[in-house]
């Protein structure tokens, strides 16, 4: 283990033009896998996350400023300068270039893109190198909490990277502190906890030039980093509300280490775990670990065991935190390898990159199969998205938050958005009873029925759009299915009203 850097050849044997050939083909390696890492972007027509639509519907409702009647008249939406906007920011000059649909999907393939070369960023201003430690982080990118559709997060964790890299390349720089103070703006206003981050990775960084166990100065040195606090005291979009969760914390916090590389199958991806993990021990016990970033590791597993779930209105706090330990665990391996020992380790990214590549591809085509439903959808109708969720299942949904389609494509009333007031900026104006998500989900077991005839929310909808690989036993009474699929339907609800100008009531 080491707090300094080391000389560029340290432990290879090699000097001269064969170690710059093979630091330089180290880097033209991490550069393509920061290009492939978009891959499954490319190949998607629409990003298949699983929060990705609801995001999209909330884009729509901030860009229209009051011009559509029908989302005047059913959203609320209040803008708050907080510590979860990166993706909207950026959506403000990239909707009315691309338009909403595709400047989304640009923005989801940049997050990726952007990681990677924030994970090369910090390996080369800690050792004028791209690693294997590095090459191995980049399994770390499409994380449990950027298939969810976390955009905001993943995307604030690439900004804490970036300004963690410029901290150590301005070691010596009297302006350091000038640029860190507007910089932990910037990568807050993305999203608090990667401004938590980015504070853990510097002092991390700072700790291991203390001169003992009392030295109080890594606790000051980042001090340019504090001033987001303020509007945090404020009240400037902080929520209150902290929870572990509803059942067994134990097991829910083992589930959340184990699960840190959950994507689409649970064998590859906790064998992946399992060789991320070996490698990070040996590197640990053979004394190749460099506790500039290894102390910041430690300190991310311990806040993902003993921070609360649901934090600052967001849910899964904790669970965020666990791949980024992985992440910054893997960047502290200082470990001299082979050319060939570079590959295996990129072969851990590319196949996993490959799993998610043809998972998105086909569940696109599923996608583009069911959005036809909203051509038998008029402007402003009020629809109820019901969508049918195994209780049990390793891979993440890409339809949970489909419905929000309908207020993208249709300007509709619909009920899986992220619409809670004082959680988010986005409001039902309809109060009498509840629209918005998780009502929309029906979970259910491999022996369960279900009867669509009990679902609540189509008691105030014009259409039902129901979504899931189980046939449901009954619709509500009068319904006729106007559109189907092998997966989904869409009926027409018998008090379903004809439209009219919202403006003179329905």
């Not at 976390?150 to 890299?165: D, G, K, T, V």
């Not at 036809?372 to 969508?387: F, L």
Request: net charge positive; proline share 6%; glycine share 6%.
């Amino acid at each position: 283990m080491h707090g300094t850097a080391q000389p560029e050849a340290s432990g290879t044997g090699e000097t001269g033009e064969a170690y710059r050939k093979k630091r330089d083909g180290a880097f033209w390696l991490g550069l393509f896998l920061s290009i492939l890492a978009s891959l499954p972007v490319i190949v998607a027509w629409a990003p298949q996350m699983t929060d990705y639509p609801s995001h999209l519907a909330g884009f729509k409702v901030l860009l229209d400023h009051g011009s559509d009647p029908w989302l005047t008249y059913y959203f609320l939406f209040k803008w708050e300068w907080t510590g979860n906007l990166g993706a909207e920011l950026l959506m403000v000059p990239l909707a009315p270039i691309f338009g909403l649909e595709q400047a989304g999907r640009l923005i989801v393939a940049a997050i990726p893109f952007l990681t990677g070369l924030s994970i090369m960023a910090v390996a080369w201003s800690l050792r004028k190198r791209i690693g294997v430690g590095a090459i191995l982080a980049f399994a770390m990118i499409w994380s449990p909490s950027f298939l969810m559709g976390f955009l905001n997060y993943s995307l604030s964790l690439a900004m804490a990277l970036f300004a963690f890299a410029l901290w150590v390349r301005m070691e010596r720089s009297a302006w350091r502190h000038v640029v860190f103070v507007p910089m932990a703006f910037v990568v807050w206003l993305c999203h608090v906890s990667g401004w938590g981050i980015m504070g853990v990775l510097v002092f991390g960084y700072e700790w291991t030039k203390r001169r003992s166990w009392l030295d109080w100065i890594p606790f000051t040195k980042p001090w340019p980093l504090i001033f987001p606090l303020v509007p945090m005291l404020a009240g400037m979009g902080a929520n209150s509300k902290v929870s572990y969760g509803r059942w067994g914390v134990l097991e829910y916090k083992w589930a959340i280490l184990y699960k840190a590389m959950r994507s689409y199958d649970q064998v590859f991806d906790i064998a992946s775990l399992c060789v991320v993990l070996a490698v990070i021990a040996f590197a640990l016990f053979s004394k190749r670990f460099d506790m500039r970033v290894g102390w910041a590791a430690l300190l991310l597993l311990i806040l993902t065991l003993i921070v609360p779930r649901q934090i600052f209105g967001g849910d899964y706090a904790d669970y965020r935190l666990s791949t980024a330990a992985l992440l910054v665990a893997c960047l502290a391996i200082d470990w001299p390898v082979p050319r060939w020992g570079m590959a295996l380790a990129g072969l851990l990214f590319t196949s996993r990159i490959a799993v998610t590549t043809v998972v998105w591809y086909q569940d696109a085509q599923t996608a583009s199969q069911m959005i036809k439903a909203m051509d038998y959808v008029p402007e402003g109708a009020r629809v109820a998205t019901a969508v049918a969720i195994p209780r049990r299942q390793w891979k993440f949904g890409p339809f949970e938050h489909f419905g929000s389609y309908a207020v993208v494509r249709r300007s509709a009333m619909e009920n899986s958005n992220f619409a809670l007031p004082d959680v988010h900026m986005l409001a039902m104006r309809e109060t009498r009873y509840r629209f918005n998500d998780p009502t929309q989900r029906i979970l259910f077991s491999s022996n369960q029925r279900i009867d669509l005839r009990k679902f609540k929310p189509a008691r105030h909808a014009d259409y039902l759009w129901f979504i899931g690989d189980v046939h449901p036993v009954a619709v509500p009474d009068g319904a006729r299915i106007v559109f189907s699929t092998p997966n989904s339907f869409l009926a027409r609800l018998p008090d379903a009203v004809d439209l009219a100008n919202p403006a003179d009531g329905r």
